[in-house]
């Protein structure tokens, strides 16, 4: 197999006319929950930064400082979201907020444009704006401001030095095993922190494993259950994480990050797994992860959700098959 300089393989390949067009290069990781490596390919020491598929860890803080207890499930799912900015996530979002006797203007995440249609319809259609709360991270950065109020931290909480984001620091290097070699500001406003392929994988097969007898093992439980259970808060209808994990009827834990970063969590096979598609193809990703979730014998590959991502008909304007996406050989057992 043909490596380059980075170490990445080829891991996803769309096909036209009999023909290879394009190829998806990357990282894939699986790790069980001591923390080995079971399983890799491309350059599993290679850093990445996680993006939005560490929304889980980023919420550990939070859920053992006590300050969650009174949550409910969907409102721990929506910690852990990206979500579509859907009427149900911004609702959920600002009852967070008036619960907390906050606001809007509280957040720091910045306005996003819905990537909910209906939604997106009804600003238009009413003549109102979006503002931070349409923000898929906005159930994150509620979590961060529950947070701050319990730490009693300024108003500003993304910045690297608050003791939010250094309680977010200490949580992401325990569970990943790691040192973070450094972080980049997120899309919104966050410090996200660096780690291996390896490291992300570790971190999702310590979500695995856990168990209810310490405080991090139950905060663990707690988010790969609600996310599993709560797929729409999650992210939203016509998206990966939601129709795969409904797929998978709950048993399974996924979630995405923005270029090309993806996660897992197996709770029954006690395995993590994160890959990288270099490219930050956001439909190599998702097919990546559906081959991994295939091999693991957690999503059968001819659901429709399985099938919309890898291995079913690319069709065109008119209906007409052209192509399709299947995975490189050598990867994920192909």
Same mark, same amino acid.
């Given at each position: %197999?043909?490596?380059?300089?980075?170490?990445?393989?080829?891991?996803?390949?769309?096909?036209?006319?009999?023909?290879?067009?394009s190829?998806?290069?990357?990282h894939?990781?699986?790790?069980?929950a001591?923390?080995?490596v079971?399983?890799?390919?491309?350059?599993?020491?290679?850093v990445i930064?996680?993006?939005?598929s560490?929304?889980m860890?980023?919420?550990l803080?939070l859920?053992?400082?006590g300050a969650?207890?009174?949550?409910?499930?969907?409102?721990?799912?929506?910690?852990?979201?990206?979500?579509?900015?859907a009427?149900?996530?911004?609702g959920?979002?600002?009852?967070?907020l008036?619960?907390?006797?906050?606001?809007?203007?509280?957040?720091r995440?910045?306005?996003?444009?819905p990537?909910?249609?209906?939604?997106r319809?009804?600003?238009?259609?009413?003549g109102?704006s979006?503002?931070?709360?349409?923000?898929?991270?906005?159930?994150?950065?509620?979590g961060?401001? %529950?947070?701050?109020k319990?730490?009693g931290?300024?108003?500003?909480?993304v910045?690297?030095?608050?003791p939010?984001?250094r309680?977010?620091?200490?949580?992401?290097?325990?569970v990943?095993?790691?040192?973070?070699p450094?972080?980049g500001i997120d899309?919104?406003?966050?410090p996200n922190?660096a780690?291996?392929?390896?490291g992300?994988?570790?971190?999702?097969?310590?979500?695995?494993?856990a168990?209810?007898?310490?405080?991090?093992?139950?905060?663990?439980?707690?988010?790969?259950?609600?996310?599993?259970?709560?797929?729409e808060?999650?992210?939203?209808e016509?998206?990966?994480?939601t129709e795969?994990?409904?797929?998978?009827?709950?048993?399974?834990?996924?979630k995405?990050?923005?270029?090309?970063?993806?996660?897992?969590?197996l709770?029954?096979?006690?395995?993590?797994?994160?890959?990288?598609i270099?490219?930050?193809?956001t439909?190599?990703s998702e097919a990546?992860?559906?081959?991994?979730?295939?091999?693991?014998?957690?999503l059968?590959?001819?659901?429709?959700?399985?099938?919309?991502?890898?291995?079913g008909?690319?069709?065109?304007?008119?209906?007409?098959?052209?192509?399709?996406?299947?995975?490189?050989e050598?990867f994920?057992?192909?």
């Amino acid at each position: %197999m043909t490596e380059v300089s980075n170490g990445s393989v080829p891991m996803v390949e769309l096909w036209r006319g009999g023909r290879l067009e394009s190829q998806h290069r990357g990282h894939a990781v699986i790790c069980d929950a001591s923390g080995q490596v079971i399983d890799a390919w491309g350059n599993p020491d290679a850093v990445i930064y996680p993006r939005s598929s560490c929304k889980m860890i980023q919420a550990l803080p939070l859920m053992e400082s006590g300050a969650a207890d009174g949550l409910s499930g969907r409102q721990r799912a929506l910690l852990c979201a990206s979500h579509q900015g859907a009427a149900l996530h911004v609702g959920a979002v600002s009852d967070w907020l008036s619960d907390m006797g906050l606001s809007e203007s509280d957040l720091r995440c910045g306005v996003q444009e819905p990537a909910d249609i209906p939604e997106r319809n009804r600003l238009i259609c009413s003549g109102d704006s979006a503002c931070q709360m349409h923000n898929n991270c906005s159930g994150k950065h509620a979590g961060f401001l %529950m947070l701050n109020k319990h730490l009693g931290g300024g108003s500003e909480y993304v910045e690297p030095d608050h003791p939010v984001q250094r309680a977010v620091k200490a949580a992401f290097e325990e569970v990943t095993g790691e040192a973070s070699p450094g972080y980049g500001i997120d899309g919104c406003s966050a410090p996200n922190f660096a780690t291996s392929v390896t490291g992300l994988a570790r971190a999702m097969a310590a979500f695995a494993g856990a168990s209810e007898t310490s405080a991090r093992g139950a905060a663990m439980v707690k988010l790969r259950t609600d996310m599993a259970r709560y797929p729409e808060m999650v992210a939203g209808e016509t998206r990966a994480c939601t129709e795969l994990m409904r797929a998978m009827g709950g048993t399974v834990t996924i979630k995405t990050g923005a270029e090309a970063v993806f996660v897992a969590i197996l709770p029954e096979h006690k395995i993590g797994i994160a890959l990288k598609i270099l490219d930050g193809g956001t439909r190599a990703s998702e097919a990546a992860i559906v081959g991994l979730l295939v091999r693991a014998g957690v999503l059968d590959p001819a659901h429709p959700a399985a099938l919309k991502r890898l291995g079913g008909p690319i069709t065109n304007w008119r209906g007409k098959v052209c192509g399709d996406t299947r995975l490189a050989e050598g990867f994920a057992g192909a």
